[in-house]
């Protein structure tokens, strides 16, 4: 199968990156040559090394089936120390890598963009350690999320966030994204749950940085650098997560509301009343809840109009009695005071697991028959849903061919926004671009992962070739330094040179 | 008053730190001149530039009067802007510089050690805005604790941490040194709550990284490098704080146990059984509880012999009622299983406060009329109260000359280990070190905090010219470089230097 014949095959857009984006342009490297393939396969045994075309295809598309890159080569190491024998060939044959981990990223990121070598953590998938004492686990970056649960829930632990991708995603790829996911207001960010990383850098550097202390304030906190960079300063091999007390019970509130006012209102209330229970608020617009309902067929339980805001509350605690009481007072409190038009509760899983899917399936249903503009954005709460509002305005003239929709985490201000329309038109995504990057800058925000336009890398770790390059960067580059490219990333001196300032040259 | 004087009036040890350390050697700095001071003077107004050595002595000692420097200058900026300023004039004229927050260290970090310029944060005490609905405070780094958090109080909200030295501690001290405090285990560390900081650089740039938003994922996280770096790569001007919900209710139970590995059981059960509302697990040996009684007068409710342990058990949360339910079947269940041999429970105010009283006021009374050596540690659990055992056996040779006592947040593995004499005592001096820094690193170990000999800086904003040098750090720098001292704080790429590697040169 050719690169052309897959991108037909696996790609909606049916064509490939390079022919998408006509203004990146490859880097300065090296073609992937047989003397390159017999000095991997010198170190990896042949399963761990892929060349045959069918065998990359899933590795050069990614989940939304939306980009599709030339990769000619797959490598799968099981250690550290294999992948760091791949990164010192790579680095001297100056070939550029795409490392990949669930490959399950919304953005773009986890596939590569022209031939970049493939480094998949998908082996390294061993549960080093969980102390039930500490509550901590140490484990490989390949691990898939769901696994290391699995793993911790015998022990009474959980892992301190939550994602749609659990099933696929790896802990590796969490951490250089740093995935915030359905939890992020109760357990915190992956700032505040990573106790140790281990990377490798672009010449094959091993960095170990495992930590397993809760409290660790040795020396400079250069783990932190790692989480969320994206693999650009280097590929994330093993860590250290910290796990809270995996929760006795949960209940759920499923809310329609009225206004985004009310949804903001509903929030504060739920912080305020549900206090230490409160695990997860999310919101979504009547939009994103009748795609789901339209294209997946599952059944919203409360009236859905043109104008309504739906909310779901989540509380996880220790003691059923108290965690019900507890959410029914809120809810009751939430409509004496008119800010929800309607509601119900559940805490039996299968109930909850069918109310989630109302929010965890939005971005599959959207991008179902539907071609999707996608942005991840943080903003001010205040602003929030003004994001979608705006762009509505903006893209009006587009009339049914341009849809926007908004969901997201509101209680850590992070909102998905969406355009769909039934093709790819470049008069839209003109109409959309720089216009969604330059007003989320305007009011505060920050954009977190960007798609197709640009390429911005997420959800797995990146050392890529291509550019952060977005206008709503612009203010933030101009304090870290330049973008990051492979260029800039093989040497430890030129990955500095961007953290700080431009009067650092390499001896 | 001359230095010496001010030593002796201040200090315990009474007499100079370069004198207790004399392989401590002054770095080639330029000397204060008229000059110096006069430019100073022109930036500054009179009541910020303090000369006369009446006003200088008590920044020239810290808390414990323990070490005395010779500082002959003190400035103190109201903005980041005159901060800069004050920057630029040090580094032009290779000024040493020692910033100093509340002086609320207790390893001798806050002082100068010889003459450097004391820059002191504490004119820079504005809150900027507090958000609400975000749960979020911005303030400039010279904001006392209990300042902000009196702030917080009518808006609902409370700082994610507290410290015994919460009435002149300074916010910027705290995210320098990174202090974990009373409430780690519920709230999370400094990097999970430190959300923005504005940092200003040995040459007086600043560094802008005010985020206010939970999530945060755009470019490097490099305000997480200034957390805990004690200033040695800038100092911190202004930040911005993630803010929890205030609890409404707080209920504390004393406990005493026959061993430490009771205490260990205990906590575990704590973990389990009080769950999302455990706000504090503090634990305190006989010695310690001991010396309070004796040297403050402060009964202990519980029956005290000489192999008692006690631990304090804080819960908050939102509802009195399941909150005090659930403490009492926790001290219930560690009755019945026998981990606990007595305990009291109490949620008013007064009653707490008194029974804190045990626990915070340690230090106070450990160093009251005794010399103390004083060790910051953090340790696998399993081996937290083998330091004090290990240490006592050591130490057994000096009979009663050598005190051994042991206490800390058993929630986040720090231990703080004493030694109390009745005198500073060379021999023993060296009895006790290098071996407690080699026993900790040897069971995995970290030591947080040095006192006395290295004078390792710790509770504020270093630009100091003391290296970090005993041999627990020693594998540490391995990884991340040589030494922190002055010289190589006058450029960035030196100090980027010591983050990664040693490739690296200034233009």
Redesign the interface.
């Known amino acids: 199968m050719s690169f052309r014949q897959a991108a037909r095959k696996f790609s909606s857009a049916g064509f490939l990156t390079s022919e998408r984006y006509p203004s990146l342009k490859r880097g300065p490297f090296s073609r992937l040559s047989d003397a390159h393939v017999a000095a991997f396969q010198k170190i990896l045994s042949s399963d761990q090394v892929l060349t045959d075309p069918d065998d990359l295809a899933p590795y050069n598309v990614d989940w939304l089936k939306t980009v599709c890159g030339q990769s000619r080569i797959v490598l799968r190491p099981r250690t550290t120390e294999e992948l760091s024998a791949v990164m010192r060939i790579c680095t001297e044959h100056r070939l550029a890598v795409c490392p990949q981990g669930g490959n399950t990223g919304l953005v773009g990121g986890s596939v590569p963009v022209f031939d970049e070598v493939i480094i998949s953590t998908s082996l390294m998938n061993k549960i080093n350690h969980i102390d ?4 901590t686990a140490s484990c490989q970056a390949g691990v898939v999320l769901e696994k290391l649960e699995s793993a911790l829930e015998p022990e ?1 632990l959980m892992i301190p966030y939550d994602l749609g991708a659990r099933g696929s995603c790896q802990i590796g790829g969490n951490i250089s ?2 995935a ?1 996911g359905l939890r ?2 109760r357990y ?2 992956m ?3 990573t106790l140790g990383v281990e990377a490798v ?1 672009a010449d094959g550097t091993i ?3 495992m ?12 783990r ?2 790692f ?3 994206e693999g650009t ?1 280097g590929i994330v091999t093993q860590a250290v997560i910290q796990c809270p ?1 995996r ?2 019970s949960t209940n759920l509130a499923f809310l329609s509301l009225n206004s985004f006012k009310d949804v ?1 209102s509903t ?2 209330l739920a ?7 409160l695990s997860s608020c999310e919101m979504m617009d009547s939009a994103c809840v009748t795609s789901v309902e339209e294209k997946l067929g599952i059944k919203c339980p409360l009236e859905n109009s043109a104008d309504s805001f739906f909310m779901i509350v989540e509380t ?4 059923e009695d ?1 965690d019900a ?2 959410m029914s007072n809120f809810v009751q409190e939430a409509m004496a005071k008119e800010l929800v038009v309607d509601g119900i509760t559940a805490n039996e899983p299968s109930r909850m697991a069918n109310l989630w899917q109302l929010r965890e399936r939005i971005t599959e249903s959207l991008s179902k028959d539907d071609y999707i503009f996608k942005y991840d954005i ?5 602003k929030f849903y003004e994001a979608v509002e705006v762009l509505r305005r903006e893209l009006a003239p587009f009339g049914n061919e341009a849809k926007v929709t908004g969901f997201g ?1 509101i ?4 909102l998905h926004l969406n355009v769909t329309a039934s093709q790819y038109s470049e008069k839209l995504a003109k109409a959309i671009e720089p216009f969604v990057f330059e007003w989320t800058a305007g009011v ?6 960007r798609t197709r336009h640009g390429l911005q890398e ?1 959800q797995v770790p990146q050392v890529r070739q291509v550019p952060r390059g977005d206008r ?2 612009a203010k ?2 101009e ?2 330094g330049p973008a990051r490219d492979i260029e800039s990333l093989q ?3 030129a ?2 040179k ?4 431009a ?5």
């Open positions: 039930p004492i500490a509550g009474g994204t740093c915030g992020l207001l915190g960010s700032q505040a749950n850098l960095l170990n940085m930590n397993s202390l809760k409290k660790d304030n040795t020396g400079y906190h250069l932190q650098l989480i969320g960079s300063l007390i929760p006795k903001l929030f504060v912080k305020r009343s549900l206090s230490e229970t996880q605690g220790s003691r108290h009481e507890k943080t903003l001010p709460l205040a985490h209680g850590d201000g992070n505060g925000g920050e954009h977190l992962g997420s709503a960067h933030h580059q304090l870290h040497s430890p001196s990955i500095l961007m953290i700080i300032g009067d650092i040259v390499q001896r």
